[in-house]
Nanobody, 115 residues
Framework: QVQLVESGGGLVQPGGSLRLSCAAS????????MGWYRQAPGKQRELVAGITSGGITNYADSVKGRFTISRDNAKSTVYLQMNSLKPEDTAVYYC?????????WGQGTQVTVSS
């Protein structure tokens, strides 16, 4: 069974930076597509950034140029570097792993952008 554990969330001022990490258990990380999603209060969960097993990335328009997703297969970890944070980035951020029809979620980490 795959377990995903996120870390790195917190409170940051507008314009600041945070780096989220998601450590995955199991042996399928190398072949899995990984993604970061977020859900703000009263809103649907949305894709923030994704990275394929081959390293191809995609981003939501709202974070392009500010966020960077990366992966370290040796550590079975995916990262989300978030720069120039805005109050509208405030949400619970979730890590997702997807292999064929199987999808797994982490427990989420809170990111709050406020002065």
């Amino acid at each position: 069974q795959v377990q995903l554990v996120e870390s790195g969330g917190g409170l940051v001022q507008p314009g600041g930076s945070l780096r989220l990490s998601c450590a995955a258990s199991g042996s399928i990380f190398r072949i899995a597509a990984m993604g970061w999603y977020r859900q703000a209060p009263g809103k649907q969960r949305e894709l923030v950034a994704g990275i394929t097993s081959g390293g191809i990335t995609n981003y939501a328009d709202s974070v392009k140029g500010r966020f960077t997703i990366s992966r370290d297969n040796a550590k079975s970890t995916v990262y989300l570097q978030m720069n120039s944070l805005k109050p509208e980035d405030t949400a619970v951020y979730y890590c997702n792993q997807r292999v064929l029809t199987d999808s797994y979620w982490g427990q989420g980490t809170q990111v709050t952008v406020s002065s």
